[in-house]
């Protein structure tokens, strides 16, 4: 058990969150219970995950997506109330980070993304070094949609390219529009989580691979690998809860 106070600042410190300007707060969004034992970790704070977070008894919800972004309305009506009702009626922590578990180079979405499709990483680049640049075998964009979509276990769009696939780009969820900044590091394809109309037209006319491989799918593994750490630091309870989202 650790104090909800003590894991807020290890994660805040061990994410580095002060040195991101966000679109939303990181860190601890909902107050809840004091300790913390149990641990449930998941994408986004919907209320299906909060749910099974009531029903499993968390003391903490862990999430990629949480509450609070800009541009959004500030009041507490339909769903953020029932969603911010549920966790403070069981008295639930809600902990949430974004673009510092993006970033992060052990823990983050983008690295373990790459790990999981066998990049081989080279460097980081982009704001805040989120995005990366990695190797892989030789091989064609076929070839390499088919490996996509079978570690994800979704089928990846691809917006093909005549090159060969040899140096990879990546950077995970919303992050179609950095295509040109993995032109501008020779990318031979660049992975993302989604896909907008001008990204066709930007794949083609730079003759580079595009992969549109699911928002949630390219962010699953940053929160369950630093849920899993914070139970090994400090001998807590941790529940990895994946709701299925085709997007």
Known sequence: MVKS????AYCNELLETERFSDYCPNGLQIQGNNSIQRI????????????EAVKLEADC???HH??????????????????????LCH????????????????LGNNVLLAQKLGIKTEFFF???DIALLGTIERQSGETFVRHLSQV???????IPSERMLEKVALCSGAAQSWIEQAVAVEAD???SGEISENTWHLARENNIHYFAAGHHATERYGVQALGEHLAEQFDLEHIFVDKYNPV
């Open 5 to 8: 106070k003590e894991l807020v």
């Open 189 to 191: 394809a660049f992975i």
């Open 61 to 63: 919800l862990l999430v």
């Open 91 to 106: 008295d639930i922590n809600l902990l949430a980070y974004h673009l510092p578990l993006d970033a992060h180079k052990t």
């Open 126 to 128: 982009g704001n805040n």
């Open 66 to 87: 949480g509450f609070f972004w800009k541009g959004e309305a500030p009041v507490l009506t339909g769903i953020k109330y029932r969603r911010i009702k549920s966790l």
């Open 40 to 51: 449930v970790s998941g994408v986004t704070a919907s209320q299906e995950l909060i749910d």
């Open 152 to 158: 994800l276990d979704r089928q990846a769009q691809h």
